[in-house]
């Protein structure tokens, strides 16, 4: 019998961040579509329709300047895309903060799979229902459906690295 692995460690909303993004764009590859690009085409095509509303009403409008606002509109876009991160840890933060919760967490991995607790809170999933163990920045995931447990690689155990975790995870949970 294996002994169980324990972490303890405070929560960091940028981690629940990367973590939660991460599991996110898991599913959406694993839909076999993304709707990113579903997004961008949609919000290409309606911002054309728009330009060509306003050529209609008025002809007198230089090509330049719709060219400008399909500039514009597709910088926009590409701006909030890449804010995604720090806008996700914002709300983390804020709902920590709002809630009071305790950010002090204590995970345990054994064979029969994994727990997380604070003063607030206990959660517990089979392996069977971790789906996949995710490296991220600054740490990794592991995705339980749409939710995930982000681990920090400064809570890891004395004298061990990320890969070296993983690989005891994955032997440990039989997941990939």
Known sequence: MTSPIVLEFDVEPRLMAHGAIA???????LRKR?????????????????????FALHPEVGRGYALGLFVGA???WFLLCGLQVG??????????????????????F???????????????ARWSAVD????????????VGLAC???????????????????EIIRLGGVE
């Not at 599991?23 to 590859?29: I, L, N, P, S």
């Not at 799979?113 to 206990?122: E, N, Q």
């Not at 400064?154 to 990320?162: K, M, Q, S, V, W």
């Open 23 to 29: 599991v996110t764009r898991r599913w959406g590859k």
């Open 87 to 108: 806008n996700t840890t914002q709300i983390y933060s804020a709902a920590l903060r709002t809630k009071g919760t305790n950010t002090a967490l204590k995970v345990e």
């Open 132 to 143: 996949a163990v995710l490296e991220i920045e600054g740490g990794i995931a592991l995705s």
């Open 149 to 167: 447990i982000a681990v920090p690689d400064t809570a890891l155990p004395d004298g061990t690295d990320r890969h070296a975790f993983l690989a």
């Open 110 to 124: 054994d064979q029969d799979g994994v727990r997380s607790s604070s003063s607030d809170i206990t959660w517990f």
């Open 74 to 76: 597709a910088f926009v």
């Open 34 to 54: 993304s709707t990113y690009w579903r997004n961008f085409v949609l919000s290409a095509v309606a911002t054309m329709a728009l330009i060509s509303l306003g």
